[in-house]
């Protein structure tokens, strides 16, 4: 999670971290030290202050383990030692002192996200919110507000004659992901560089069809598979062809002098018997 992450996440909300006495200012930034930060535990391991409780004493005191995870820098009259966005600020405003996120700062004032302050308010944005009694601020120690990422410049292809030209691997790469569905190692890609794009699907017709002709062999095997399973399928259950071989044993093992026609029918009545049995137990 980001430092704007949680701002959209909790402004406007209550934010009671120890859920003792309300959302005062410090459970804000307790809060977001073990969202954001990563501290892991109750109050006084997330953010711990001092015997008085107050949040002036999370800088003062500094207490374990905030040392592990973030950097202590005291507020000087330098223009240039600013909090960034991402550092929490202290105040030693009254008895206990009052803290926030800051969202940015100029020399005048500072943009901070806070909470009880007027007492009893929710998390909100303040700008401009003044330096007077501002004693310092901490800085987490892992990047809580990411650069984000450039917009990549696009250059106008170069032409030669009525061919546009690859200018960079990206362009390449794209291309081979259109032909073959991913990338081309570097040594081919490299060799593209400055070369027709027309070219280059020229050359990869034969790779394209070859690759259609596999594809619809593939499609070929597999619809042979298909007609297998289903002739397959329409044979009679293994079980059957067992049965009715075990009975042919038996017909030819009869005495001659029997009645066939008897035989036969109880034969036919023991097929019956055990076809009824297998599709049972199939169903």
């Not at 006084?44 to 008085?52: D, F, H, I, L, S």
């Amino acid at each position: 999670m980001t430092v704007d992450d949680f701002v959209a996440k909790y402004n406007g909300q209550p934010v009671d971290f120890d859920r003792a006495y309300g959302n005062q200012c410090w459970d804000l930034v307790a809060q977001y030290s073990h969202e954001v930060v990563g501290l892991q535990g109750g109050a006084w391991e997330v953010m711990p202050t001092g015997a008085n409780g107050g949040a002036i004493e999370v800088f003062t005191i500094f207490k374990d383990p905030l040392g592990t995870y973030y950097t202590k820098i005291a507020n000087s009259p330098d223009p240039n030692n600013l909090p960034v966005k991402g550092d929490i600020v202290i105040w030693n405003w009254g008895t206990y002192g009052h803290i926030g996120l800051c969202l940015g700062a100029t020399q005048s004032s500072i943009t901070i996200f806070e909470q009880n302050s007027p007492v009893g308010s929710y998390a909100h944005i303040t700008a401009n919110k003044q330096w007077a009694g501002c004693v310092g601020w901490i800085r987490p120690k892992v990047n809580v507000a990411p650069t984000p990422l450039a917009v990549p410049v696009i250059t106008k292809p170069v032409t030669q004659g009525n061919n546009t030209m690859f200018n960079t691997l990206a362009e390449v790469s794209n291309a081979y992901i259109f032909l073959r569905g991913k990338a081309g190692t570097n040594e081919e890609m490299q060799a593209w560089i400055g070369k027709p794009i027309v070219s280059f699907f020229t050359v990869g017709l034969g790779e394209a069809n070859a690759y259609r002709a596999e594809r619809d062999n593939l499609r070929q095997q597999l619809v042979g598979v298909q007609q297998a399973l289903s002739n397959e399928l329409a044979r009679p259950p293994k079980e059957v062809v067992k049965e009715v071989q075990k009975l042919v044993e038996v017909i030819k093992e009869v005495p001659a002098p029997i009645d066939e026609k008897v035989v036969i029918g109880n034969m036919l009545n023991r097929v019956i018997i055990i076809l009824k049995n297998i599709f049972i137990k199939k169903g």
